[in-house]
């Protein structure tokens, strides 16, 4: 764990509401989206895609799932241009299955409040290896906390 300097990130997201049960399934679709988006605008990912948490209900999850490009885009249709703003991030690794990254947002969540950090109110995971391509056990997750200034 720790607090890094980050870029500011041009993306193409689809924002959309979800339960914690649909995850995999919604980001799953929503990736085949923005790939075909890309595709259509001769676009490359220049970084990890992401999903962006709004907030934290489990049952109407608020998320932006996109890609980092090095262009700014227009939009067409659910996807849309956007930024992942830079600054301090409290970050950290996990690895391991997505189930399991609990084991890893505990003891991010334990260090906020031992070091009464403010943070914002949304957060994103960088995906930073496929599940395609990558045994389960070998995933790797940075789970990213922005600060306030």
Partial sequence: MEIKETREQKTVTIRTTTSIAE??????AVYGELMEFL???????SGYPFVL????DMDAL????GFPVDRVVSGAGR???GVIPGGPVLSA???GPYTTLEKTYIPVM????KEDLKVTEWMYELYLNS???TPEDQLKTEICFPLES
């Fill in 23 to 28: 995850l995999p399934a919604t980001i799953g």
């Fill in 62 to 65: 608020d998320v932006e799932a």
């Fill in 110 to 113: 334990e260090h906020i409040k």
């Fill in 79 to 81: 996807v849309k241009p």
């Fill in 39 to 45: 595709r259509q605008h001769g676009l490359a990912m």
């Fill in 53 to 56: 948490y709004h907030n934290s």
């Fill in 93 to 95: 690794i996990h690895t």
């Fill in 131 to 133: 599940p395609e391509d």
